[in-house]
């Protein structure tokens, strides 16, 4: 499994997750644990999405289509 992304916020993970196996790529939500000195608050709240390796390409395709989208609704 390899990292696609970190996410602030359990939430967004799990929609992004669900979005990506709903293509058929299987995702993995993973607490963080390392995060730099300056953002110790946030240490709780930053989780990372893993695809498997083999996938990676089409899951970071797939996932851009999809903040794409989220991006266009926000707008407007």
């Known amino acids: 499994m390899v990292k696609i992304r970190?996410?602030?916020?359990r939430k967004a993970a799990d929609k992004a997750s669900s979005y990506l196996m709903s293509k058929g790529i299987p995702a993995v939500i993973k607490g963080y644990v390392r995060v730099p000195k300056g953002l110790e608050h946030l240490k709780d709240n930053i989780v990372e999405l893993s695809v498997p390796e083999h996938l990676y390409n089409k899951a970071l395709e797939h996932l851009s289509q999809y903040e794409s989208r989220l991006e266009s609704?926000?707008?407007q």
Do not use: I
Not at 6 to 9: A, G, L, N, R
């Open 73 to 75: 609704e926000r707008n």
């Open 6 to 9: 970190e996410y602030k916020s």
